[in-house]
């Protein structure tokens, strides 16, 4: 199990991706429609644990640390991180530096983790990884709710650090193949994503936590 977050022990305020839960996933509806709930925990779980064991494998290599996979699902794991090392070869332009920082925005109340920041052709960046399947397609798909993520990753890492970074970057890594997804967010489209989507979905989840506490007392 992974070990409880730092700001998870100081705050009670939610993190990026629990604000983002209040949105509506048509295709993960579908998906649990057609599927037992048994089936779908395991699902859940496995998937949980390969993005984790990933995203530290990862974190060791930027660190220039030993990098050790130690997962019941090494194969899964295995092809995320060749996927991560064909991304490095294809993409030389982009460097990366720092990586794994736990983050509160003090303002709008929300915690979460940076996955990396970094260059794109020397034009400081942030960047985010995830996990996906590409199944019958050549790579993974980039998710609306990926870059709505990163949105606020980079706006609570603007505050914290006094920054204006507008640049960003996903990557989804291939869990099933050696392949992966290169999405850039530019400036215009992570204002937007934070602004018409983020910003709107915090109020929503304060407003259903607000209520949930006022149901328990």
């Not at 530290?56 to 194969?75: C, L, M, N, S």
């Not at 090392?85 to 720092?98: A, D, R, S």
Request: aromatic letters at 8%.
């Amino acid at each position: 199990m992974a070990e409880k977050r730092t700001y998870q022990k100081k705050n009670k305020y939610p993190s990026v991706t629990q604000v983002l839960n209040v949105l509506r996933k048509q295709g993960l509806e579908h998906w649990f429609k057609i599927n037992t709930v048994a089936f779908c925990d395991a699902k859940s779980a496995k998937g949980k644990e390969i993005g984790s064991q990933t995203h530290e494998a990862i974190q060791a290599h930027i660190e220039a640390r030993e990098v050790k996979v130690e997962t019941e699902y090494a194969e899964e794991v295995m092809n995320a991180l060749k996927s991560f090392m064909l991304f490095k070869k294809e993409h030389p332009e982009i460097t990366l530096h720092k990586s794994e920082m736990e983050m509160t925005d003090e303002v709008n109340k929300y915690n979460g983790t940076l996955d990396v920041t970094g260059e794109i052709s020397n034009v400081v960046a942030i960047g985010d990884w995830k996990t996906g399947e590409a199944k019958d397609n050549p790579a993974p798909k980039v998710y609306d709710e990926h870059k709505t993520q990163l949105s606020a990753y980079i706006k609570a890492y603007n505050r914290i650090e006094n920054k204006d970074i507008g640049l960003g970057f996903i990557v989804v890594l291939a869990k099933d193949k050696i392949a992966y997804t290169l999405y850039v967010m530019a400036p215009d489209e992570v204002d937007a994503e934070f602004e018409n989507v983020f910003l709107p979905a915090l109020k929503i989840s304060n407003y259903q936590r607000r209520h949930i506490l006022n149901k328990e007392k």
